[in-house]
């Protein structure tokens, strides 16, 4: 448990010193260095490999039909939330440009994201509560932390987005388990993420 604590703790030591420093710690290069971090503390300092071997590619035999179910399921969930939405706080996030360029940036987001939570919470956090606990635990635990950080301004977000990023982080958690590489659930989240910014852009379109 004791490792896991040090994770906790660097988490929040590195959010603290972008906070020191003026950084957002929700832009692109906090989030890659969030990420290398975490990935050179437990692989080269704590000598965790597991945490090396889930980062590798492949890893998606008898995993295909979890893996379309957990799609779809994201997909209707995400629309189902955000089409009872009254309002579009997330419209400011999409800039006045031509639509090539928002496409193209939607896609940037959703892949660099998605490689961010799922090596956070499916990739180096799931593999490190494992070592201290058991998976089953550590599902649990890595799921809990993954949807409090969208409870209050993720998407989705409030007490229905706590319910289905929960569920969303325990089937991927479980999906790495099965694969043993978070390759299936990165592209999972990156269609997810994408379909997401899709989502914003039509109701700025009013098309939905």
């Not at 945490?51 to 893996?67: A, E, Q």
């Not at 179910?69 to 939405?85: E, K, M, P, R």
């Not at 659930?185 to 993420?193: L, R």
């Amino acid at each position: 448990m004791f490792n896991s604590l040090e994770f906790i703790a660097l988490f929040f030591l590195l959010n603290y010193l972008f906070l020191i420093i003026g950084i957002n710690s929700n832009i692109p290069l906090t989030r890659i260095v969030t990420i290398l971090v975490f990935y050179f503390f437990l692989v080269y300092i704590k000598k965790y490999a597991p945490v090396k071997n889930i980062f590798k590619l492949g890893g998606l035999t008898n995993s295909y039909g979890l893996s379309i179910i957990l799609t779809i399921g994201s997909l209707i969930g995400l629309f189902c939330w955000f089409y009872h939405q009254t309002n579009n706080p997330w419209e400011e996030m999409i800039p006045r440009t031509s639509i090539v360029f928002l496409i193209l940036m939607g896609m940037g987001f959703a892949v660099l994201n998605s490689v961010y939570e799922e090596g956070l919470f499916r990739g180096i956090l799931l593999t490190s509560f494992t070592k201290a606990t058991n998976f089953y635990i550590a599902l649990v635990l890595q799921a809990v932390w993954f949807s409090f950080m969208h409870y209050q301004a993720g998407f989705p977000s409030g007490y229905p987005g706590l319910i289905l990023t929960f569920i969303f982080g325990v089937f991927t958690g479980i999906l790495v388990k099965r694969s043993q590489s978070i390759f299936a659930p990165v592209v999972i989240h990156a269609i997810s993420d994408f379909f997401i910014f899709i989502l914003i852009l039509s109701r700025t379109r009013g098309l939905i």
